[in-house]
């Protein structure tokens, strides 16, 4: 069974930083696609960025430049690098990670910018 844990979400002030890190039990695979979504009440849930292979896959247009997603594969773990943080990043934030098909979701960790 797999298990994502999260780490690093918390509150800051516009224009600073937080990283975000995730990490899977079990037997994980750097082809899995990995990665990051988030959600804010009333919205759907947005991808913000995703690896696989080592490779980024998707990423948010919003987020560009701003943010970085990195992933360790020998620890099974997954970042979220964010700077530069603006008011409407404030979400809960998923890990995801896809397993033959099949998603797995983090508990979700709050991330909140305000003055």
């Known amino acids: 069974q797999v298990q994502l844990v999260e780490s690093g979400g918390g509150s800051v002030q516009p224009g600073g930083s937080l990283r975000l890190s995730c990490a899977a039990s079990?037997?994980?695979?750097?082809?899995?696609?990995m990665g990051w979504y988030r959600q804010t009440p009333g919205k759907e849930r947005e991808l913000v960025a995703v690896m696989s292979s080592g490779v980024i896959t998707n990423f948010l247009a919003d987020v560009k430049g701003r943010f970085t997603i990195a992933r360790d594969n020998a620890k099974n773990t997954v970042y979220l690098q964010m700077n530069s943080l603006k008011p409407e990043d404030t979400a809960v934030y998923y890990c995801y990670l896809r397993v033959r098909g099949t998603p797995y979701w983090g508990q979700g960790t709050q991330v909140t910018v305000s003055s």
């Open positions: 079990g037997s994980i695979f750097s082809t899995y696609p």
